[in-house]
């Protein structure tokens, strides 16, 4: 009733406004120094030119994208301009120190393309009428009042919408105190089906949350060739997560084992260095672990090198090396742990003479499906259980990198350890490039995933704190053109090491790390959440048409921003289009209500432009947990989602994993530190899904007994048809605070042999599994529990 009468008011202001509306009123821009200066642009309008009012309650039409987030993003003094009768300018500085000018256009005050930056000493030489507006005590316009209505419309409807977003779990289930078990009717129709993906879903990496080093890549050893560097991380350099009994650890770069890796350490006699891994290394009773490590000594030096807890008490067996040579050689042992540890150390002494080591390698010998170099069995074993259609990595903000010079490269992830080019991390720690390429390659033949690859359009993150050709923090940037062939080469030479054959010149080097047979690629990403700009759509063009001249079976994934909304995501699709791009990846992160509202998203999108990527997705509530009621209004949209599979292609929830203690971003799928893994209701909800997958789509229809929209819309529904099986799989969410009981119709299912999993637990909770039964349905009736995901699966026998 409450929300009606809202709606009521909204209609009644509106038509009131426009019976008594004005020829035209006057209008500025301006901003405030609320939020850090952060909120952007207010629009304001006057009748008599002295007595303003704000629109939208200092609604923020456009906000500065200048700088990193966190940091920047600020606006100061903005002017608005009115350059034509149908585009508009607004002018503003990035910094209470006037250094930077940033500039955007409109047509509507709503929809803004992509921002520029100029230094104000260029903007004084090359723009005067810039120069001359941002040094006007004010700018105001005339306006007809229909303009400004439109406005108004707008931050009234944004408000509204706002509003319904806001409702959650509790609210609602407080406003329904009152509200009954619910009756559903479903129909299904055997009858209409179509056919929808087969690899709808799918799993997102990215090394964030030390999802890789420290985590699904099974590496021990911290800081493991002494590269980390103040890039990293401001305090860190190339001893940190050392400790030398000496206090002083001595680092040389003459003659190191590869020029990629520059650092060592260089150990005195007597000298003992140990390294504490990532929070501890653990190791458990019985279980052996690979040791590898460089070492030089001109004079014949030795190392004992042992596991030891923290008193340093011995936890394996003691090994030691002699140190023969004055050239680099590489060192093999095997530890057996003889107690369960979670915070051992590695410890390496010299014992004669000063002695050199580097690239100092720890690994269980259990790795997932044991591969050398491999990954953490129980995570990696997490995702495949999943039974992911396809993989993306390796970002993600990681793939285009903080600046140019940051850009992810494929080549410096392939080869032998030793001569992987490490890098800094933008989310602000490490890359060994220890988990490259080929290990994920390898990780999605292991699980039957098809790789998706993403890599960087030519353009660095538009967020990254430093413009690589102007010195401007918070443009994008680009590969300069006269670099952009090499760049694109680069790519073409991943497809040839992805496909070729073993004897072509990448196909070669495939074959030489151990996999002589093509892994057949198929899908590539090109850019992620890039900003729309000239300079993105220029090098994404030279990139897209090269790839499909020379590998036109390849399909391209294009980018269309990091909004369901907005400019980035009109202006990106506006590009797609017309460049005929077969995919795009969309991105937004929402609240639960926002997905329970948009059901039918994609029920409007034109099937014949292109197909549909949701890559990054996930609800997020207050504290962005991650539990049953983000995870149920997830359900219940990927249910719409699979109604709409032959739009959408594939889906992946977003992040994947994140270290307990190092997590920068939250909710994640799978949370863990060193010696366990903690699973998430969304994880089961993906977990559900992705186990029970089918090619086509079943028409069918709900009845629910009760007229209030609100309820409907929070019980969803969809059947499927495994191809591979033949079963018939119906999906049923019940978002509602009580049991709902839906009365199939058009199937007896007491004639088949039905598998019923049920997850189900009250929407703050964060630790709970799925239920599976062996039910006969009696009398096509099925009672859904208040906050529950249920999945049938009727046997095709």
């Known amino acids: 009733m409450k929300k009606g009468l809202l709606a009521l008011l909204f209609v009644v202001s509106v038509m009131s406004a426009f019976a008594q509306q004005p020829d035209s009123v006057f209008v500025k821009g301006y901003t405030t120094g609320k939020n850090e200066n952060k909120n952007g642009l207010h629009i304001a309008y006057s009748f008599d030119g002295k007595n303003w009012i704000s629109i939208g309650n200092e609604f923020s039409f456009l906000r500065s994208d200048y700088g990193r987030w966190g940091s920047s993003k600020k606006m100061f003094d903005p002017v608005l301009v009115k350059n034509s009768t149908t585009e508009w300018a607004c002018y503003f500085f990035t910094e209470a120190e006037h250094k930077v000018v940033g500039i955007a256009y409109s047509n509507d005050l709503v929809l803004w393309k992509p921002q520029d930056y100029f230094l104000y000493e260029e903007v004084k030489t090359r723009f005067p009428v810039i120069n001359k507006a941002l040094n006007s005590a004010a700018v105001v316009h005339k306006q007809p009042w229909s303009f400004i209505q439109a406005l108004i419309n707008h931050t009234d409807l944004e408000a509204y919408r706002n509003m319904q977003y806001s409702v959650n779990a509790q609210s609602f289930a407080e406003k329904n105190a009152t509200l009954k078990p619910v009756n559903v009717s479903l129909s299904v129709n055997m009858g209409n089906k179509k056919k929808i993906s087969d690899k709808l879903v799918g799993v997102f990496f990215e090394d964030l949350n030390y999802a890789a080093d420290g985590g699904l890549y099974a590496e021990l050893i911290q800081n493991r060739d002494f590269e980390y560097t103040s890039n990293d991380r401001r305090e860190w350099n190339s001893t940190s997560y050392w400790k030398s009994s000496n206090g002083n650890l001595k680092i040389e770069s003459t003659q190191p084992v590869h020029k990629n890796n520059p650092h060592y350490a260089v150990l005195q006699k007597d000298e003992q260095l140990q390294n504490e891994g990532f929070d501890g290394i653990a190791v458990a009773a019985g279980e052996k672990y690979n040791l590898s490590l460089f070492v030089r000594s001109a004079n014949k030096g030795s190392l004992s090198i042992v596991l030891i807890d923290s008193n340093g008490t011995k936890v394996s067996n003691e090994i030691t090396i002699a140190a023969n040579t004055s050239n680099w050689k590489q060192y093999l042992a095997v530890f057996t742990a003889n107690t369960t540890v979670k915070h051992a150390r590695l410890s390496i002494t010299a014992k004669k003479q000063e002695t050199a080591v580097d690239v100092v390698s720890l690994f269980p010998q259990k790795t997932f499906r044991n591969r050398k ?14 039974k992911p259609r396809f993989m993306r990595f390796p970002g993600g903000c990681l793939a285009h990198g903080n600046g140019i010079d940051n850009i992810y490269r494929w080549k410096n992830s392939i080869g032998k350890l030793e001569e992987r080019k490490p890098d800094f991390n933008l989310w602000g720690y490490h890359q060994t490039m220890g988990l490259g390429y080929y290990e994920y390659f390898q990780f999605c033949e ?26 401007i923090a918070g443009q994008q940037g680009g590969i300069p053109l006269n670099e952009m062939d090499a760049y694109i080469q680069d790519i073409l030479d991943l497809i040839e090491w992805a496909n070729a054959d073993k004897n072509t010149t990448w196909g070669k080097l495939r074959a030489a790390a151990g996999h002589p047979a093509p892994f057949n690629l198929k899908y590539i990403g090109i850019g992620n959440e890039d900003l729309i700009s000239e300079v993105f759509k220029e090098r994404f063009a030279m990139i897209y048409k090269a790839i499909k001249a020379k590998y036109p079976a390849i399909t391209v994934i294009g980018t269309v921003g990091p909004f369901y909304e907005g400019s980035d995501y009109s202006f990106g699709w506006d590009f797609a289009s017309k460049l005929e791009v077969p995919m795009v990846d969309e991105h937004y992160y929402v609240p639960p209500a926002w997905l329970i509202n948009n059901q039918d998203f994609y029920d409007k999108y034109d099937r014949k432009k292109s197909k549909v990527y949701l890559g990054e997705y996930a609800a997020h509530v207050r504290g962005r947990p991650n539990n049953m009621e983000t995870a149920l ?6 249910c719409s989602v699979e109604r709409n599979g032959d739009v959408v292609e594939m889906t992946s929830y977003a992040p994947l994993l994140a270290k307990e203690g190092h997590t920068q971003w939250n909710p994640d799928m799978i949370y863990f530190n060193n010696s366990e893994i903690k699973l998430t209701p969304g994880y089961e909800v993906q977990k559900m899904f992705g186990n029970n997958a089918g090619e086509e789509y079943i028409e069918s229809s709900v009845t629910v007994d009760h007229g209030n929209a609100d309820v409907q819309k929070r019980i969803a529904t969809s059947v499927v048809k495994d191809a591979k099986t033949g079963d018939l799989i119906i999906k049923l969410v019940n978002l509602l605070p009580v049991e709902t009981t839906v009365d199939v119709k058009d199937l007896n299912l007491s004639n088949y042999n039905i598998a019923k999993t049920v997850l189900q637990g009250n929407p703050d909770e964060k630790n709970v599994k799925p239920v599976t039964t062996t039910d006969v349905v009696l009398n096509n009736k099925l009672v859904l529990p208040k906050y529950s995901f249920t999945v049938l699966r009727i046997k095709a026998n």
């Open 373 to 386: 170099n491999g990954l953490r069995a129980d995570l990696a074993q997490a995702i495949a259980d999943i």
């Open 446 to 471: 292991d699980i039957g995933a098809e790789p998706l690859p993403v890599l960087a359009a030519g353009v660095p993150c538009q967020n990254s704190s430093h413009h690589h050709q102007t010195g």
């Open 633 to 638: 209004a997830e359900a219940l949209y990927l």
